[in-house]
């Protein structure tokens, strides 16, 4: 069975700092990107960061490259996002997803990941 689950939301005053963490389960980690979404009250679900559990390569959005880090560790099928100077707007339910990419890199496309985490809430005070 394939399990996706998230962990290390909680709230934060701006500025701080959180470390989410995806541990995987069921699948074959090597052969699979793991991509973070989020979703804020009222809005979309969009594409934070992912990264290729085979080579490291990562992608993130233009709003968080200079704040967050995704990272992998194989040995435990877990991924990283480590989140720093967090902002009231990085509130939402943070999803970690898995999707088969091939020679491709990883993307911030919903529709390109199969397989879903439950989400951890993060919330940032102001």
């Known amino acids: 069975e394939v399990q996706l689950v998230e962990s290390g939301g909680g709230l934060v005053q701006a500025g701080g700092s959180l470390r989410l963490s995806c541990a995987a389960s069921?699948?074959?980690?090597?052969?699979?990107?793991i991509g973070w979404f989020r979703q804020a009250p009222g809005k979309e679900r969009e594409g934070v960061s992912c990264?290729?559990?085979?080579?490291?390569?990562?992608y993130s959005i233009d709003s968080v490259k200079r704040r967050f880090t995704i990272s992998s560790d194989n040995a435990k099928n877990t991924v990283y996002l480590q989140m720093n100077s967090l902002k009231p707007e990085d509130t939402a339910v943070y999803y970690c997803?898995?999707?088969?990419?091939?020679?491709?890199?990883?993307?911030?496309?919903?529709?390109?990941?199969?397989?879903w985490g439950q989400g951890t809430q993060v919330t940032v005070s102001s």
């Open positions: 997803a898995a999707g088969v990419f091939g020679t491709y890199s990883c993307t911030g496309r919903l529709y390109e990941y199969a397989y």
């Open positions: 990264i290729s559990s085979s080579d490291k390569s990562t």
């Open positions: 069921g699948f074959t980690f090597d052969d699979y990107a």
